[in-house]
């Protein structure tokens, strides 16, 4: 199946760099695009546990669903994710 979020904090290629390399650690996930305009991540997925793994891991990088707080920490770890996604 496939689904997609929206989410708050993606600003650049970096973070989707970031985002990528992160969601792949995620067993049964694939096909992961990145919408930088959109603020949109999609993926394919074989269980809705893996999909809520994906929301849960957006969340802990910095990059919460539009439907969750973006608190201060969240926008730090975004910033230092986009970094790191920036060098690699």
Known sequence: MRTSVIVQNLKCGGCANSIKTKLLEIKNISDIKV????????????DENNALLVKEKLKNIGYPSVEEENSMLSKTKSFINCAAGKLA
């Open 35 to 46: 919408d930088i305009e959109e603020s949109k991540i999609s993926f394919d997925f074989i």
